[in-house]
């Protein structure tokens, strides 16, 4: 089965670092998601990507994060720097959009704590 | 407006029941909507979607009903097995994007 590959899967930073996470879409898929999924907020849209342009990023907070594709295969998202409010579990997905309506496909996720 | 309601926001079932998972919305411009299902320590798997000119969809031991004119929706998981057991998110496309808004989630645990 094609899959998204988020690495790491565990992230432990002490606060001000910065972090990198890393996405690998399923090949041939053109849009990229990042989401962020805590107990308080559920699951919230980030940045999403198509064609590897950004098409949204109005859910990150546009001080200390950043999100980019690279490359077709790598989609980065960043944190810097880290605060203990970043703890959340951070998903990447990827999807095949073409004007019909394609659910995605999710990674495992990062979870990343910030103490 | 822009919000996804979803309850219950944690349901027991007995094996072979039916479990109802029900999701409101507001904005009438919403144009699919999808169900994912996440177990612990994964991302969240589409289930089954449906667009707002369908009033149901099946698949397997799941369905989607969907009430256009009173703005909600519902998933129904026939024959509940305990392999079920999950965290169940509904959620709505904003109209020509490619963005989805997530219910709260619901964690089912079906009995065996």
């Known amino acids: 089965d094609a899959r998204v590959t988020q690495t790491p899967r565990h992230k432990v930073t002490e606060m001000g670092q910065e972090v990198t996470m890393r996405c690998q879409p399923i090949l041939g898929h053109n849009t990229v998601f990042w989401y962020r999924q805590t107990m308080m907020q559920g699951l919230e849209l980030l940045a999403y990507?198509?064609?590897?342009?950004?098409?949204?990023d109005s859910g990150m907070p546009k001080d200390r994060f950043s999100a980019e594709m690279p490359d077709a295969t790598l989609a980065t998202l960043k944190i810097q720097p880290s605060e203990p409010r970043d703890s959340a579990v951070y998903f990447c997905a990827s999807g095949l959009t073409s004007g019909s309506n394609y659910g995605y496909t999710f990674g495992s996720g990062t979870r990343l704590t910030v103490v | 407006q822009q919000q996804v309601k979803q309850s219950p926001q944690s349901l027991i079932v007995q094996k072979g029941g039916i479990s109802i998972i029900n999701c409101a919305y507001e904005?009438?411009?919403?144009?699919?909507f999808p169900w994912y299902q996440q177990f612990p320590g994964k991302g969240p798997a589409l289930l089954i979607a449906?667009?707002?000119?369908?009033s149901e969809k099946k698949e397997g031991r799941f369905t989607i009903s969907f009430n256009k004119s009173a703005k909600q929706f519902s998933l129904h998981i026939m024959d509940s097995q305990p392999g079920d057991s999950a965290t169940y998110f509904c959620a709505a496309r904003f109209p020509g994007t490619y963005k989805y808004i997530f219910g709260t989630g619901t964690r089912l645990k079906v009995l065996a």
């Open positions: 990507f198509r064609n590897r342009a950004p098409l949204d």
């Open positions: 904005n009438t411009a919403f144009d699919y």
């Open positions: 449906i667009r707002p000119d369908v």
